[in-house]
């Protein structure tokens, strides 16, 4: 069984189109991540979600809305897509949030295989 | 979150151990040091972390300098599917890492 699995795997897709990406864990955590990893293979955090609520929103096109139906999926829906949407989005998950415990506690994440995406 | 600094490249033989440096010297006292690595085409895996002390676990040993300065991540008995790039975060632990350009370790046979 894939502990975090993605589809699709990959997405081409046309310029303006609205596509959405789903992400699964069966590892029950309680929190998930969207990070993109872009053609210079730079890899940023985008989003985390600590069940079902939001709690890390970097700089990120509000063309980008994660939604989170219960704590073992994280979907990411991208509207009006442009070119430079183009890349690998990787979905993680971590047992917990980090930090809890007084901050002691390191969440190690588990990242998915990604998907990606190409924008023509 | 500290920058790091890694070579952007190395290479080791299959068997020997392969040790990766890192440099954050900028690093304050509730930052952590993290490595993880992206086999190609794979998505990141966790390897380690430690804070002051040194740690080993079943895939690798973490070397932290007394300063936390800097670190080696080492993978004691290097093999092909080692072949990767190598990424030393540090920061703190708010569960947002920050991936810099990483190592690409070549194992060669």
């Not at chain 1, 795997?9 to 990070?35: A, F, P, R």
């Not at chain 1, 872009?38 to 063309?63: A, G, Q």
């Not at chain 2, 080696?72 to 093999?79: F, G, K, N, R």
């Amino acid at each position: 069984d894939t502990a975090v699995s993605q589809t699709p795997k990959y997405l081409v897709t046309q310029m303006g189109n609205d596509k959405s990406i789903k992400c699964e864990q069966n590892l029950g955590h309680d929190t998930m991540y969207w990070y993109k990893q872009d053609s210079k293979k730079f890899l940023k955090i985008m989003f985390s979600y600590n069940n079902k609520e939001l709690i890390i929103n970097e700089t990120v096109p509000n063309r980008f809305s994660p939604k989170s139906p219960d704590k073992a999926h994280l979907n990411l829906h991208i509207n009006s897509l442009e070119l430079g949407d183009s890349a690998v989005y990787f979905c993680a998950s971590s047992r917990h949030r980090a930090g809890l415990a007084g901050g002691e506690l390191v969440e190690t994440q588990y990242f998915g295989p990604g998907t990606r995406l190409l924008v023509l | 979150d500290a920058k790091t600094t890694q070579p952007t490249s190395m290479d080791c033989a299959e068997g020997r151990a392969a040790n990766l440096p890192c440099n954050h010297s900028t690093i304050s006292g509730n930052e952590y040091v993290y490595w993880y690595r992206q086999i190609h085409s794979q998505g990141p895996q966790y390897i380690i972390h430690g804070l002051k002390n040194n740690e080993t676990n079943e895939m690798a040993s973490l070397i932290i300098t007394e300063d936390r300065k800097s670190s080696t991540l080492i993978l004691p008995h290097a093999t092909l599917r080692d072949t990767a790039v190598y990424y030393c975060i540090a920061g703190r632990n708010t569960g947002k890492l920050i991936f810099g350009q990483g190592t690409t370790l070549q194992v060669k046979p």
